[in-house]
């Protein structure tokens, strides 16, 4: 689940508002050409009022109104962006926490430990971790197996198993053992840990723009200079018809015009749309991969841990003939009290929920158990009298035949078509009896169909990858509901996927956990490595899951979008707004020697300095109203883009011509009813 912070927390806020000071330094401001145009001209019309008030001008009023609300223009625009970061470094400092100075045991080539600072192991040292004690870097875990709490990083209570070898052999510096121990290999220097990286990115200090908010700059500064030249043009126009302008007048026309709303909040967004990520438990290393995610037409999904359980459940128990099947399920029980592995354990769950066999007095049974290993394949129990095994079919039939027996036809039978439909069997016999077959299988996730439903109505295709033969991937393909699937996929075969899908001008995106994975993950365009998985996937992706949820890409896409519907839906209302200061500020410039432009007063604003200082002020405290918007994102619903764009342009596009005409009138109205003007 998302961790929510409070949009107005009041820590980031006094921060923010420190910040929106800070980032009045011009070598900051030419960064964002409008804020930068409005900062030059705050700093003109500031210029000019202390000439006024130096020379003892009287009715300076207006100006030093028109002044101040340019500054508060330019002060309001940093706020938006400090905030964004604000929120980011708060996250950043709860991040931090987990991180300090702890002591590893490092092993020496002689084989003897010593206890050094965190600070002081490099790529390849090898450390020993026991319960109880913090892993002190990055790294894999090359011997041994335990459980692991990383609620510091991933903020999930529930511990994970970590073990050498496989998907699951990475740990994250910061995160505690809780039990049994584990050998690491250190697989970074200090400060180029995973969470030192964590901290950086979501404080933003390595964020660079996009390139969809690079063209979008483009624009807004060439909008910028347009207006910039209409306005230089105006004094001799005014001149040369006996209505000349004070400075003050035409530098707030220019602040209006250019498209200060986008420029002010432009930063914010694209800030805004990684920490969203990061609320979601999911770090970006780029602005750009948002971005990409948005616009992803193709999704591929590793089937194991994926859209499966990451291990094969018993789903029916299949007695042979003559036997009942409550007599199997209890011979499997016990059969399975020795195994440990998930799949055993399933065996156990199956036999309580459907035949509710549970509470078995065992001690009192002098039953000696018979462990699972992966030598014999099989476990059991040895009762007075009985011997009761479950196993693989030629683990059972080699016991069967040392019992003077054989495995019969019919349960040969049953293990052979389990096996065609992709499923595991186990045999379970009883001293010289098959009971029957254990049907294993693929469990798809829960709710699984459903989310991939939504991926479909964003426009999103979905394909399973898998190692399985064709005719399981089928069955497991169809029971997901995946539009397509890829089975007995090499890592070649999903980069060369990935490239056929991206040949037709498509967006990929793919979630991996494993070595064989990487590969994949960074020919995507969008590739999700599991915060589980192995130190390769994840220097593969451009994104990890630090909760390992597989699906969580729905999230990640939607946040895409979102991005990208917040920024089309504030620049179309910026560019919008623009209409009703027309309406304010040329009739307030020209009426007076061009009565005929009085009809363009349709708001009927009192004055021309109470409509050019109601369109000044409604600038300014626009930027302000739309920070939530900005932070919090348009509202994404899985609709056709058609559909989406319609209903932008309604809410943003009409919204933003009506918007100003009501809140210039409101302004002008409370000014004058103030006397301010």
Sequence with gaps: MA?????????????????????????????????????????????????????????????????????????????????AEGRGKAQAETLRKAKGETIAYRLKKDGTVEAVNSSQLRAGDVIRVEAGQFIAGDGEVIEGVASVDESAITGESAPVIREAGGDRSAVTGGTRVLSDWIKVRITSNPGETFLD?????????????????????ILLSGLTIVFLLAVATLQPFAIYSHAPQTVFVLVSLLVCLIPTTIGGLLSAIGIAGMDRLVQYNVLAMSGRAV??????????????????????????????????????ADAAQLASLADETPEGRSIVVLAKEKYNLRGRDVSGMQAQFVPFTAQTRMSGVDLPGTKIRKGSADAIARFLEQQGASLPRKVSDKVEEIARLGGTPLVVAENDVALGVVYLK?????????????LRAMGIRTIMITGDNPLTAAVIAREAGVDDFLAEARPEDKMALIKREQAKGKLVAMTGDGTNDAPALAQADVGVAMNTGTQAAKEAGNMVDLDSNPTKLIEIVEIGKQLLMTR??????????DVAKYFAIIPAMFAGVFPVLNALNIMHLKTPHSAILSAVIFNAVIIIALIPLALRGVKYEPKPAQILLRRNLLIYGVGGILVPFFGIKLIDVVLNGLHLV
């Excluded at 705050?42 to 000439?51: D, F, K, W, Y």
């Excluded at 990286?197 to 700059?217: C, D």
């Excluded at 999704?299 to 007599?327: H, M, V, W, Y």
């Excluded at 089309?568 to 707004?577: D, E, K």
């Design 3 to 83: 961790k929510r912070q409070n949009l107005w927390n009041p820590e980031i806020l006094r921060e923010a508002i420190a910040g929106a000071f800070t980032k009045l330094d011009p070598r900051v401001m030419v960064k964002n050409p409008v804020m930068f145009v409005v900062e030059i001209g705050s700093i003109v019309t500031t210029g000019l009022l202390i000439q006024d008030i130096v020379q003892h001008r009287a009715g300076f009023g207006f100006d030093l109104q028109i002044t101040l609300w340019l500054w508060f223009t330019v002060l309001f625009a940093n706020f938006a962006e400090a905030m």
């Design 568 to 577: 089309g839906a504030l620049t179309t209302f910026s560019i919008a707004n």
């Design 291 to 328: 971005e990409a995610a948005g616009d992803v037409n193709t999704l591929l999904l590793d089937k194991t841990g994926t859209i499966t359980l990451g291990n094969r459940q018993a789903a029916e128990f299949c007695p042979a003939p003559g036997i009942s099947t409550e007599r199997l």
């Design 197 to 217: 990286r964590m901290i950086a990115l979501v404080e933003g200090a390595q964020r660079q723009k996009t390139p969809n908010e690079i063209a979008l700059s």
């Design 442 to 454: 693929d469990i798809v996730k829960g709710g699984l169909r459903e989310r991939l439903a939504r």
